[in-house]
């Protein structure tokens, strides 16, 4: 270990921090002993500073834009491969080649079904929930599903829990849908691609065949591939973290759902189109960027900023191809949102409120339109969110438990709460 950084505590105390470093990326100075050695802790509440684990999945130069998954390059991979390559690359670190890609996608195709009694679930949900609601209940369940598989401490159960959230999210998320809108549930269709059988069992009815559209098909596989991981954001660290416990990985899914369900995360993309649906016409956002830099306004650019990029994010450039692809194939191309966001964007990246702060669009500002494009309602999106990221949460957990040296993970904290105070007797309390 060449790398140690010193520490000098105000009381003298000095401690040696050992240096680590990566394949990429900044080192890190492990801070483990800090506490055992000097009876202090570090302080970092929204882990600006904080490696919380070493991973071997996804790496993000938020400065220069640049997302890796396995090493691959994003651009590459949304070109070159389809989203169960990509799933497989996650899973299991290398590319598939053909046969491991037939065997990969088979064992997928053979667990799309779900217990026909998870299919009754749905009846005690109001159909006026919200769609992430049912997702998280459902999600949660599983694991009251699929008992054969819940051993944490099996690799051969760990796999196919997997298999089976992988397979199964596209089937849970499409029968969130059909429920909210009264329509029958579609079984899934073996015979099709990951991307077209979740558009068969969204879009489908028993009375008439789905016509497949293969730009559509595609544009929906890229969105999966953009969305599949995004190294330790806040609900793949929300599914490590309940993983640590020993918590079985549907439950630890359904944890990653919870936290995706903000605003601020996987929910942007649904608040990004109601933002523009709001702002209604070109002619208003001008007055809408105005309210956006008063900070006692309260109003954010959604689709806009990110915790790590502060360049453009890649998957931003990818999914506005996309847009731009679909909305010509369905003869969009004056579509007024579109029209809305792309005079939102210019205005934002050469305003200086924008520019000095280095927020740049993220992957939600476009794929909100392209996903209303497709006919999927704005309730849905964070749904095909977590439908997308569920591969993401999977490999990070199984990373994670694969890994001997796993500890639960349990943060401190610096109290500002009350000193020690004696319990005053019930009459004696103001
Ligand atoms: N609109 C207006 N101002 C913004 C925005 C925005 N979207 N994002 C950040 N700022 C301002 C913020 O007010 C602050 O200004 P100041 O320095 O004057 O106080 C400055 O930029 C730095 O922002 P921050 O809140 O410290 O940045 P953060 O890293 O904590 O937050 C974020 C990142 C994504 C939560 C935030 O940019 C945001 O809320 N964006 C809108 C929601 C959104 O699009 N989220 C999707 C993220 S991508 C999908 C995913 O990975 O889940």
Redesign the pocket.
Known sequence: MDKIATLKLPDGKTIELPGMSGTLGPDVYDVRSLYGKTGVFTYDP?FMSTAACTSDITYIDGDAGILLYRGYPIEQLAEKCDYLEVCYLLLNGELPNKAQKVDFDFTVTRHTMVHEQLSRFYQGFRRDSHPMAVLLGVVGAMAAFYHDSLDINNPEHRKVSAFRLIAKLPTIVAMSYKYSIGQPFMYPRNDLSYAANFMHMMFGVPAEDYKVNPVLVRAMDRIFTLHAD?EQ?ASTSTVRLSGSSGANPFACIAAGIATLWG????G?NE??LNMLEEIGDVSKVGAFIKD?KD?NSGA????????VYKNY?PRAKLMRETCHEVLGELGLKNDKILALAMALEKIALEDDYFVS?K?YP????YSGIVQRALGIPVSMFTCIFALARTVGWISQWTEMISDPGMKIGRPRQLYTGAGRRDVPAIINRS
């Open positions: 929204g995004h954001n605003p601020a995360h996987g942007a608040a990004a956006v900070k954010k650019l959604m689709g806009f900023g990110h915790r994010d702060r927020l993220n992957v939600d500002f």
